[in-house]
């Protein structure tokens, strides 16, 4: 059976053709290169039968993945090549789209073998700064006030690493932050107009007209984190501390343990850690002060 793909999209340096619309995706010339991905709608399977890794919404083995997010959508992602998904319940296109662009994707980029972190990554002041951190650390927030103060998005949420050049590279992901409401109202910006994540959630798709689309080499990673003590610090991370902040902020890393996407994940993490400088910068509990972190940030040196 033929199935027409409607939208072409470009994302994480991949060329896309889907049945389904993907929000924040950028939309591309249908016929400009080869597809690496399809997304389409079909049967999806109710479980893996070899299963190596199984959590409460999804299932695992090398070269499949499986999700199901009740009342809104089944999803297998097979081969690194394939996205096939169910609609479950009344779920809106926004909600589907939600999780093809995140967990979906997230599994596709593993078993092409790449290293997706969960960060964003910004140029600023000539420099490609990877943030990466826990769900709530602020990763978008900061993102978005570096933008607001000149810098360029390169990834939001999920940088994918790029080992093809003389440095560790982030790929261009997509002209889109995902937001949530009171990081816009401390950032001075509005959500009227901004379509949601997902209906029920108070978070938004920022466009962002400031988007690289090149290759950026990087400058420095920092890992976003909090503390008890009113003032922020930033500590240089060596040695094996820089791998375990890497496997800890490795997106969808549940995945894939006991595979041998986990063995390529460890080359991978391993040569970003060995060629790329790291720390952690702290900042105190309860307080969000964009200003501050940026000028520190702006001050580090940013040394091995």
């Known amino acids: 059976m033929s199935h027409s793909k409607k939208f072409h999209y470009r994302a994480?340096?991949?060329?896309?053709?889907?049945?389904?619309?993907v929000t924040g995706f950028?939309?591309?010339?249908?016929?400009?290169?080869?597809?690496?991905?399809n997304i389409r709608s079909g049967e999806v399977p109710e479980s893996l039968p070899n299963a190596i890794n199984k959590g409460v919404?999804?299932?695992?083995?090398?070269?499949?993945?499986?999700?199901?997010?009740?009342?809104?959508?089944?999803?297998?992602?097979?081969?690194g090549n394939e996205i096939i998904v169910r609609r479950l319940g009344n779920a809106t296109e926004g909600e589907v789209s939600a999780f093809i662009s995140g967990t979906s994707f997230g599994a596709l980029l593993h078993?092409?073998?790449?290293?997706?972190?969960?960060?964003?990554?910004?140029?600023?002041?000539?420099?490609?700064?990877?943030?990466?951190?826990?769900?709530?650390a602020g990763k978008s927030t900061l993102a978005a006030a570096l933008i607001g103060q000149g810098g360029t998005l390169i990834a939001d949420d999920i940088s994918v690493i790029d080992f093809t050049g003389?440095?560790?590279?982030?790929?261009?992901?997509?002209?889109?932050?995902?937001?949530w409401e009171d990081s816009l109202v401390h950032l001075g910006l509005s959500a009227a107009g901004l379509e949601p994540v997902r209906g029920e959630l108070k978070k938004?798709?920022?466009?962002?007209?400031?988007?690289?689309?090149?290759?950026?080499?990087?400058?420095?990673?920092?890992?976003?984190?909090?503390?008890?003590?009113?003032?922020?610090?930033i500590k240089p991370l060596q040695g094996v501390d820089k791998f375990r902040a890497l496997k800890k902020h490795t997106y969808l890393f549940r995945g894939i343990p006991k595979t041998g996407l986990?063995?390529?994940?460890?080359?991978?993490?391993?040569?970003?850690?060995?060629?790329?400088?790291?720390?952690?910068i702290i900042r105190p509990n309860g307080e969000?002060?964009?200003?501050?972190?940026?000028?520190?940030?702006?001050?580090?040196?940013?040394?091995?």
């Open 204 to 233: 938004y798709y920022l466009p962002v007209e400031q988007f690289s689309r090149d290759y950026t080499a990087i400058d420095q990673v920092f890992i976003l984190a909090s503390h008890n003590k009113p003032e922020i610090e």
């Open 26 to 37: 950028e939309a591309a010339a249908a016929a400009a290169a080869a597809v690496d991905v």
């Open 262 to 280: 986990e063995q390529n994940h460890f080359l991978l993490a391993n040569q970003l850690a060995g060629q790329v400088p790291m720390s952690t």
């Open 166 to 179: 003389t440095k560790p590279a982030v790929c261009p992901a997509f002209p889109y932050i995902k937001i």
């Open 111 to 136: 078993q092409r073998r790449m290293l997706p972190l969960h960060a964003c990554t910004v140029l600023f002041n000539d420099k490609c700064l990877v943030f990466a951190g826990i769900s709530g």
């Open 288 to 304: 969000f002060n964009t200003d501050k972190l940026i000028r520190e940030i702006s001050q580090y040196p940013g040394k091995k």
């Open 12 to 21: 994480f340096s991949l060329n896309i053709a889907s049945e389904i619309p």
């Open 57 to 79: 919404l999804y299932q695992s083995t090398d070269k499949e993945f499986l999700l199901r997010v009740e009342g809104v959508a089944a999803y297998y992602v097979r081969n």
